[in-house]
Structures are given as C-alpha cells and as structure tokens.
C-alpha cells in the first residue's frame, strides 16, 4: 500500500498543481461545480506512476549532422547511473524545448529524453515570407512532403550516431548515462510522421531504415497518415516494431492540412498486431498533444522553464490565453480550433486539458515502462486497470 502511494504522488502532484488555478469546473468540464481537490486526488492515485522521481537535468546544444543544423535538449536523471534514451522529435515550428509536459515525466521516470528539431524545421518557419503572408497550408505541404519526410527520417540515424559519439566523451557527463541499447523514438506532429519511418511505414520515395541502435518502440502523439498515393494499408502493414499513437476526435491542424481527425486513427486500423496501442482522447485538439506545461506552472527545480500557457507556439496554432492576449498570426485557425471546444467553459477547458495531459504521461510513461524496461507491472497496468481510470474521457484500445 504504502509503495502504490508513493508511485501515485508522482502524477497527483502534477494534476492537483495545474488545477489549483481554475476557480470553477471539475475534471469533466462542469462549470456549475467547484473542483473537489480529493476527488481529483483520487482519480490521480488510481493512474500509474513509475517506482522513482527522479530529479532532472537540463543541457541544450547545436549540432551539425551531416548537412542540417539541429537544436538538441538533453533532459534526464541527475543521479549517476544508466538510462534508456527517449528520443523526442517536435511539431512543426516548435524548438526543441517543445513537448516539455511529456519529456518531464519520462525523464522524472527514469528516461533520458532527446529533444532534436532541424532548425529549419523549427521557429525559423514562422519567420519566413510564406509565413509573413500567411500561407501556412503551403509551408505544411512542403513540410510534410515525401523529399522532407525523407530527409528527416535518415536524420534520425545521424542523431543518434552523434548521441552516441557525446555518450563516450567524459566531458559531457549528462550523456554518459544515456543506454543506447534501450531506445524508444517518440514525436508529434510532424515529428510523428518521422516517428512511424522509424517504426517501419513504407512510404513510397523513402528508402527504409536500417538503425545500428537499439530502437524498441515508438510513440506517436497526433500521428500523420496520407490518403494519396499508395493506399492506407501497404503504408502501415510492414510495421513491427511497437508502437503507442495518441490522438482524439478533433485533432485536427492549424494549417489545414488534416482536415478530418479521424485520418490519424488509419495508422493503428492498418498496422498488424503485436504491442499496438491508440489512447484515444475524447476532446483534445491538436494542440493540447503538442504537451505544453499546463496553465501556472512554474519554473521546475531542475532548471528547466515551463510554458507559461496551454501552447508555446507562434505559429498557426498558437492559442489566445486571454482577453488581453491575441496573436495577430494564426488568430483565424484559433478561432476554428476553439470552435470545437465551446462546450467547455474556460475554467472547465482548462481543468479538461490538465487531465487530458495527465491522461497523456500516464499512459505513454506506462507504455515506455512494459516496452523498453520490460516492466511487468506496467503492462498489467495497461492491460487490466487503464481502462477503468480513463473512464468515459478517453479509451485505450490494443492488439
């Protein structure tokens, strides 16, 4: 008993702080109801936590792999030891401090987490004249195309090679407790796309990847599927490596590029059995997996600096957090997004949206644990008890 507790005060820390904010609304998004601190304590202790918080560190740094400039975080345990590499690739436009909800729990889980984004592909895009001019489908086209997904997807080996290479320097002590033989590739967006390369999607103009690195298995949070070219099913049948995707009903993008959230379901319908799972989220827009810190979080012990609002973004799916607050660029695809959420009041979205997170680093950390540390009592987790603690706000479905 007193071991379950001490594994649940992990992630009922994270969920009661990021709710102390709303002043009405519960976790379901009732704004006629004030929030009942032991009701959400509750819920929380009934998710998974890992055995261990860890403690964390933070380094960032510029790498050049081969042609491309890549920005790099390294987050992960500060005791000494060895830890399995999560490799994290961001969305669209983000930097590599993006996705920081998400690397947070995995690295206080016992992960050393890998945050690489091209720099081209990173804040720079917003900078652009095609951005200046609002042509954000365009720029998504390009990026999201098979030449780019190409590119990207060889990248990961070159990341890893370089990893690698940091891993045996004394100087950088950080990567010397990374385990190279326990990987898992994880993305979002269009680090999602590049993602499901790794995990073996057969994209017709790129060339299959043969990683010299132990990859274990991947996690997709809104992951990308095209209806075009070769049909669904030929893309996804030839995955065999696990691999967790995350999305919802109305994940779709800014760019307006997935038009129809149900696309990003095809890849888990078409890839074969054998440690696939979808956690399907009952009303989380695309930019809730883009796993910004929740609403009022604050700058964590371990040096790293949380987004101050729902989505740190400057592109086409930024977010107005408030009355006073409005981003001129992207302000119309904001409007369409919201329109999905209202409703939801916006202390309930709020609460809504810290336990959709929470939802988020229950499961993949739970996933990351049977799959790349080969944890018994994490697969029970997500075979016997997910379920049941999801509730009627999102289901994990496997084969």
């Given amino acids: 008993m007193h071991e379950s507790r001490a594994r649940a005060r992990v992630y009922a820390s994270l969920l009661i702080a990021g709710l102390v904010c709303c002043a009405t609304a ?12 032991a009701a959400i304590k509750q819920y929380a202790d009934r998710g998974y936590a890992p055995d261990h918080r860890y403690e964390t560190t933070s380094i960032q740094d510029t790498w050049t792999v081969g042609s491309e400039v890549v920005d790099v975080v390294l987050l992960a345990p500060s005791p000494p030891g060895t830890y399995p590499l999560v490799v994290y690739l961001p969305g669209l436009g983000e930097s590599p401090d993006a996705g920081l909800s998400w690397r947070q729990a995995w690295a206080r889980a016992g992960y050393a987490v890998l945050s690489a984004q091209p720099v081209r592909y990173g804040k720079a895009v917003w900078s652009s004249s095609a951005a200046r001019a609002g042509e954000f489908f365009a720029i998504a086209k390009d990026a999201f195309a098979v030449r780019s997904l ?33 990987i898992a590739v ?48 030929s893309n996804f049948i030839s995955i065999r490596l696990p ?19 149900a ?27 883009a796993g910004a810190a929740p609403p009022g979080q604050r700058k964590d012990n371990d040096g790293t600096k949380s987004a101050p609002a729902l989505v740190d973004e400057t592109g086409p799916d930024a977010r107005i957090v ?47 644990d049977a799959i790349v540390k080969g944890d018994p009592l994490a697969s029970e987790w997500l075979s016997r008890n997910a379920k049941g603690w999801l509730g009627e706000s999102a289901d994990l479905l496997s084969k």
């Fill in 322 to 368: 408030s009355e006073e607050t409005a981003e001129t660029t992207g302000e119309t695809y904001d409007k369409k997004r919201r329109k999905a959420e209202t409703s939801v009041s916006r202390g309930g979205q709020s609460a809504q949206r810290v336990k959709e997170q929470t939802q988020v680093q229950a499961v993949t950390t739970a996933y990351l």
């Fill in 186 to 233: 994880t993305g979002y967006d269009l680090g999602a796309q590049t993602a499901m390369i790794v995990a073996g999607e057969s994209v017709q103009g790129v060339e299959p990847l043969q990683l010299s690195h132990g990859v274990q298995c991947v996690v997709v949070l809104s992951p990308y599927a095209d209806f075009s070219g070769m049909g669904m099913e």
């Fill in 243 to 261: 691999v967790l995707s995350v999305t919802s009903p109305v994940d779709t993008d800014a760019y307006g590029l997935v038009t129809s959230a």
């Fill in 150 to 182: 190409a590119t990207r997807a060889h990248l990961v080996q070159g990341i890893l090679d370089q990893a690698s290479r940091w891993q045996r320097d004394a100087r950088t002590p950080a990567f010397a407790r990374i385990d190279l033989s326990r």
């Fill in 263 to 289: 696309i990003r379901r095809a890849p888990f319908q078409y890839m074969p059995p054998g440690q696939k799972s979808l956690l399907l989220l009952s009303s989380a827009p695309h930019s809730v997996l």
């Fill in 26 to 37: 519960g976790c379901a998004g009732k704004s006629s109801s004030k929030l009942d601190p």
